[in-house]
Nanobody, 128 residues
């Protein structure tokens, strides 16, 4: 059974950093998957934050996080990270990680194309 477990969320002050983790079990995060981070703010639609493909080496970032967030992975730990710097109140949301097939990173992030595993999410609140 595939499980994606997010952690690292919490309360952060504007301008500070958080690192989210997504630990996978039941599958190996290798070149046959596209991996992404999504978020859903209260009262808003879920949006793709960053998606990366080990198949073609491409990474997508939403314009709202470009230059501030970075997605990375640790093969040994079968874990994907989202480093979030210079946090803003508008980054407040529940953050989810997701795994899909070999799919264009923009398609996965913008349309949730070919996503077939979701984590349960970790909340992030940015407030002073």
């Amino acid at each position: 059974q595939v499980q994606l477990v997010e952690s690292g969320g919490g309360l952060a002050q504007p301008g500070t950093s958080l690192r989210l983790s997504c630990a996978a079990s039941g599958l190996t995060l290798n070149e046959y998957y596209t991996i992404g981070w999504f978020r859903q703010a209260p009262g808003k639609k879920r949006e793709g934050v960053s998606c990366t493909s080990r198949h073609d080496g491409r990474t997508y970032y939403a314009d709202s996080v470009k230059g501030r967030f970075a997605i990375s992975g640790d093969n040994a730990k079968n874990t994907v990270y989202l480093q979030m710097n210079s946090l803003k109140p508008e980054d407040t949301a529940v953050y989810y990680c997701a795994v899909g097939g070999i799919t264009p990173v923009q398609a996965m992030c913008q349309w949730e194309y070919d996503v077939y595993h979701w984590g349960k999410g970790t909340p992030v609140t940015v407030s002073s």
